[in-house]
């Protein structure tokens, strides 16, 4: 089920060059706010370590998550956004499978990472800066704390608001007609759910002949 056969095209901010790209610059901005530039042939040699780690990361998570739920590497980013802005449902029932079951997969993942996620990103952005502040740099002290508050604050407001957009998508799809979590053991090929004569299922088509 690539993005070929829904008739889209990946997004070049998708790509992992730009997500490789975004990380770099992201690091090396950062740095060079907080050192200066005095350092910048260190600060670009470990961006590009970085943001090397990063990408493969990224890209690691994509692709495990496309097995996981029945569809190809390159939708995953955009069956995200459509989550994540409550957007357009997808018109392939076998897409709106796939949807379905990244939500729980993110979902599950939420429940179980929630307990020590969020305590151990205070702790980092909490706590480097007090390294700052042993060491007699008290402006970069206080940059870091503001950017860790502000970054905190941020990813608490995000996270509840994707959970919340999650559930609400899930009851859009689930409550369409159209395959939706009935699916989920439905065998995927190529770009459509089949049944057994090779018509697709759910929604207003899988309707049995007779029953129209």
Avoid: C
């Avoid at 994509?62 to 357009?88: H, M, Q, S």
């Avoid at 206080?142 to 407001?157: E, I, K, S």
């Amino acid at each position: 089920m690539g993005s070929k056969e829904h008739g889209q095209v990946q997004r070049w901010q998708d790509r992992w060059w730009a997500v490789g790209l975004l990380v770099l610059v992201v690091w090396v901005g950062i740095r060079l706010a907080f050192d200066g530039w005095s350092g910048w042939p260190g600060i670009l040699v470990g961006g590009l370590v970085y943001a090397g780690f990063m990408t493969w990361f990224v890209m690691r998570r994509r692709r495990r998550d496309a097995r996981a739920v029945g569809t190809d590497a390159a939708r995953v980013p955009e069956l995200e956004r459509r989550i994540a802005k409550n957007g357009e449902l997808p018109e392939d029932p076998a897409e709106q499978a796939a949807m379905i079951r990244l939500i729980r997969r993110r979902e599950e993942k939420l429940r179980r990472n929630r307990w020590w996620a969020f305590p151990l990103l205070a702790l980092i952005f909490f706590g480097t800066p007090m390294f700052w502040f042993a060491a007699g740099n008290v402006g970069a002290g206080l940059w870091g704390l503001a950017f860790g508050a502000a970054f905190l604050g941020w990813m608490v407001w995000f996270n509840r608001r994707f959970v919340r957009r999650m559930a609400a998508m899930r009851q859009r799809i689930e409550g369409v007609g159209t395959e939706g979590a009935r699916i989920e053991g439905a065998r995927i090929k190529g770009g459509g759910v089949e049944g057994g004569e090779g018509r697709l299922v759910g929604g207003a088509e899988g309707l049995a002949p007779g029953a129209r």
